[in-house]
């Protein structure tokens, strides 16, 4: 479904018109829920898992017409009752295998919303393995239909059909695995602790040559892929690849055009560390991507930080797109380090050594769904700063702009 990907939460909010990828429910507390209702909503979660993924948004109600149009939004306590730990609980109590969303909260028009992100299923159809009285049943696959109803699949062709996306998303999964035996990329544990290994060494040598009495914050951005990349270009090529990939705007947080171009071949890597600022990225023939520069003073505005997450992101999507990757997953890392004095827009520091935020998700996902990764990394880290989610709604509005204008 083109719309998992990069999705648009006021688009979703005011589409109006509920299908098989979209569901209104009006405003919510799952903390006073009954059961039956609590099972309603898993039941339309799991067909949304068994069809084509979808979007299940609380705090929009019907007009006497019966349209979903009355956009009251839901209550700061409302949404917080959607804790992912409880309501995961009670789903995962009555489903197998376990769904696959998110829940977001986002603010549109000045209103909260709570909105579930549903995935579709990625090897087994799900079925319903605890009944609800009068919402689940045990044993049925739910799907979501055209009319937007979510009910059992009962019909020969609608069985069939979860029968051939089980089929061929098992075809695609064993070709993963034998790819990955035939070439011995699938990253094991080990491996794992080597890549960690290979940005902590990079660390410590940028330190030991730029860090000398600086009271900055050190900014650390990777990019972790899970599979050890094959056939790495030559350093030619490569320098070309990392210079593409630098996201196109004025005054960049990240990296210049000129300082992606200008890596020299160090020891099973390309690395370039700045002559005359505290800045340096290094990336390994097996995939790796490692950045750092120390600002200029502990202090952090929320946009530079905002700008900083919205051209790493943009990076590593446009990165993986260079490297034709797909379905590989990837993991981008985000920390701030040297905080102990760090202040964040000038009135909030964190309790946490070194707040980050970090995220693995597809190439593909990386490539298509940029706005909504920045913000994600964005926000997790602001939660850290205990910035006030009134700010970080804006600032996460600001990171969308700026990157779907260029």
């Known amino acids: ?123 087994l159809p799900h079925v319903c393995s605890k009944g609800v009285e009068g919402e689940l049943q045990e044993g049925m696959f739910y799907i979501r239909t055209a009319e937007a109803s979510s009910r059992p699949a009962r019909r020969a062709h609608e069985l069939q059909e979860l029968l051939r996306r089980c089929m061929r998303n098992e075809r695609e999964q064993l070709g993963r695995i034998l790819r990955g035996i035939l070439y011995e990329t699938r990253q094991n544990g080990e491996e794992n602790d080597r890549f960690r290994d290979q940005i902590s060494d990079a660390e410590n040598y940028f330190r030991r040559r730029k860090g000398s009495g600086k009271k900055g914050i050190l900014l650390k951005f990777a990019v972790i892929p899970d599979i050890r990349l094959r056939n790495f270009p030559d350093t030619k090529e490569v320098l070309k690849i990392v210079e593409s990939s630098v996201f196109p705007c004025s005054e960049p947080r990240f990296l210049k055009h000129s300082e992606a171009a200008a890596g020299q071949p160090a020891s099973g890597s390309l690395r370039f560390l700045a002559q005359d600022q505290p800045l340096m990225w290094q990336f390994f023939d097996n995939g790796v991507f490692s950045y750092f520069r120390f600002t200029d003073s502990p202090m952090l505005t929320l946009e530079d930080l905002a700008r900083f997450c919205a051209e790493t992101a943009a990076f590593a999507g446009n990165l993986a797109e260079q490297f034709n990757l797909s379905e590989e997953l990837l993991t981008l890392r985000i920390a701030l380090s040297s905080t102990a004095d760090a202040v964040l827009d000038g009135e909030y520091r964190s309790p946490e050594k070194e707040p980050s935020a970090e995220i693995s998700r597809s190439a593909a996902d990386l490539i298509s769904g940029r706005e909504n990764h920045a913000g994600r990394l964005f926000r997790r880290i602001g939660e850290q700063f205990q910035v006030p989610d009134c700010k970080l709604d804006r600032i996460e509005s600001e990171i969308r702009a700026f990157l779907e204008s260029r």
């Open 1 to 123: 479904m083109s719309a998992m990907r990069s999705y648009d939460f006021a688009e979703l909010v005011k589409r109006k018109v509920e299908s098989d990828e979209l569901d209104y429910k009006s405003a919510m507390s799952w903390r006073t829920m009954t059961r039956q209702e609590k099972g309603k909503i898993v039941r339309h979660l799991t067909a949304f898992a068994n069809t084509r993924g979808g979007f299940l948004v609380i705090g929009v109600s019907e007009n006497a017409s019966g349209v979903p149009s009355q956009y009251t939004g839901v209550t700061e306590e409302q949404a917080g009752s959607f804790d992912p730990t409880p309501v995961g609980d009670f789903i995962n109590a009555h489903i197998e295998p376990p769904l696959d969303y998110i829940i977001e909260r986002p603010v549109v028009d000045g209103k909260r919303y709570v909105i579930f992100v549903v995935k579709p299923f990625k090897n």
